[in-house]
């Protein structure tokens, strides 16, 4: 959940809470009940986006108010009580917002990640007989759901200090995940000799799965250490999970580790309130339209290179709600105060930086659904590591069982008993159903084998001509050691995989 608290009274402050759950949360919809009311209850007002992943708001009340939403929250549910809240005080009065206004939305960031929310109507719907149902509409939710797990395979959080020094590294790359509007105000510029800057020149959220896609980009991230960063570090948790997936999916992809500024712009420069590596202005979306460091001086940063898009006058505020004209396009514009007029009566006329070179954006976008099928069967068999840390690399080391094979792809209405005549009754020993977290069977397993033999004589038959299990071709992969091995430990063998509560 993120929000962003504001403070009408005449000695304001501002305050910025993140926290995220993965999708498909069964308690959001009791979440945005609880916030509006805790809201409510403090006169806090302002606006927000639920999501069955979060909660982001843009929020504005009293000192007293903001702090008493926040206690609230934290004795409402202990997640809460890990969140960052980050409060910012001498916020102008007119600042505030006058009512409350939280939407449900399908994704807190628009990358394209949701799910079908159509599906979701199958939640209530019953049947006498729901075994074999039950299966079917799983399959079609797993396949509709894109999102990559923030817990499995989001990035590593640094502290503003730690990714100050961060951006001093060589062997490091900066991707800016924010809009190029945003971008053109004000971003960070790495010392020489430093990390190279990346400018994924995004119109909108949606465009960077194709970015991060596309060939160039991965030649560019590949082997080098990432560091992301976004406003308040809400669309960097998205972002580095989304990578960490498709490098854990994807073999020739491989970073050395994955990694964004807790808190954002905003944390770093109320840490560095000289700037530090930041040049610019923090382009915001409530009503203090942009921020900068407390004591940065203008005479600091010489090379932004914002400017009115009409008289090509250097000019870094947003004012007026000015839009690119060409078709499909339609991002901010900037318009000085000369030009305004001018851009009021000739909206046409208007050309964003992006339009004007004639750039286009990554066409080719990622099958989002094959990715994480991919990533997650890779945890599950032990093939990779979802998030490093210290820069290590993401693969585990190859130290495999002689005794146990990862199956997937294996047909939703399928027995134990089948699964060993169509592999080998000589050779299967015990077979362990995998589930997800609601205790629903996807098509996947772990054999225990009878000898190091069985296993050479499963694999040898996959490789030659494939193995089918009721029909159905399967994948049969090695696995790797974790912690896990007493998972055959007093095991009881079910004969029919598990199919949730």
Avoid at 44 to 53: F, I, K, L, N, Y
Avoid at 312 to 321: C, I, V
Avoid at 370 to 394: C, H, I, M, V
Wanted: aromatic letters at 8%; charged letters at 30%.
């Amino acid at each position: 959940m993120m929000a962003r608290l504001l403070d009408p009274r005449t000695l304001r402050e501002n305050s910025s809470i993140t926290r995220w759950l993965d999708p498909r949360n069964p308690e959001h919809k009791r979440a945005i009940k609880t916030v509006i009311s805790i809201a409510t209850r403090h006169s806090v007002t302002g606006r927000g986006r639920v999501a069955p992943e979060g909660l982001n708001c843009t929020l504005t009340g009293s000192p007293a108010g903001i702090r008493s939403f926040c206690g609230d929250l934290r004795e409402w549910d202990e997640i809460f009580r890990e969140t960052d809240f980050k409060i910012t005080d001498g916020v102008e009065l007119g600042k505030m917002f006058r009512q409350l206004s939280i939407r449900k939305t399908d994704e807190l960031v628009a990358y394209g990640l949701a799910g079908d929310p159509r599906l979701d109507r199958f939640n209530h719907t019953r049947h006498l007989n729901s075994f074999h149902v039950k299966f079917e509409i799983h399959e079609r939710r797993r396949q509709t759901e894109k999102a990559p797990s923030i817990k499995k395979f989001g990035g590593t959080h640094l502290e503003a200090d730690e990714y100050h020094r961060a951006m001093e590294d060589p062997d490091a790359v900066i991707i800016d995940v924010r809009n190029a509007y945003e971008s053109s105000i004000g971003g960070f510029r790495p010392p020489e000799g430093g990390a190279e800057l990346i400018d994924p020149k995004m119109r909108n959220s949606i465009e960077f799965p194709k970015w991060l896609n596309s060939e160039e980009t991965r030649e560019r991230i590949n082997g080098k250490k990432v560091l992301m960063y976004c406003t308040g570090g809400i669309r960097c948790e998205r972002a580095s999970a989304l990578l960490n997936e498709m490098s854990a999916a994807i073999d020739d992809l491989n970073p050395k580790g994955v990694y964004h500024c807790r808190g954002g712009i905003e944390r770093y420069v109320k840490t560095y309130q000289s700037g530090g590596y930041w040049t610019g202005k923090n382009y915001l979306f409530d009503k203090r339209m942009e921020q900068t460091p407390s004591q940065a001086k203008a005479a600091d940063h010489p090379d932004v290179h914002a400017k009115c898009c009409l008289c090509l006058a250097p000019w870094d505020s947003y004012r007026g709600q000015f839009k690119c004209s060409r078709n499909l396009c339609g991002v901010p514009v900037i318009v000085c105060e000369k030009c305004a007029a001018v851009a009021t009566d000739k909206p046409g006329k208007l050309v964003c930086d992006l339009c004007r070179e004639g750039h286009r954006a990554p066409s080719e976008a990622p099958d989002l659904v094959g990715l994480k099928r991919r990533a997650e069967e890779a945890l599950e068999s032990g093939g990779a590591s979802a998030t490093p840390a210290g820069g290590n690399e993401k693969k585990r080391p190859r130290i495999l069982y002689e005794d146990r094979l990862f199956v997937r792809r294996l047909p939703l209405v399928v027995t134990a008993s089948r699964i060993k005549e169509d592999v080998g009754l000589k050779d299967v020993r015990n077979i362990h159903w995998l589930s997800d977290r609601k205790g629903l069977f996807y098509g996947s397993c772990i054999l225990q084998l009878k000898s190091p033999e069985s296993l050479q004589n499963i694999l040898e038959r996959s490789n030659k001509g494939g193995i089918r299990v009721n029909g159905k071709k399967v994948k049969i992969a090695e696995c790797y050691k974790r912690d896990d091995s007493n998972l055959f430990d007093k095991f009881c063998q079910r004969e029919y995989p598990p199919v949730g509560c």
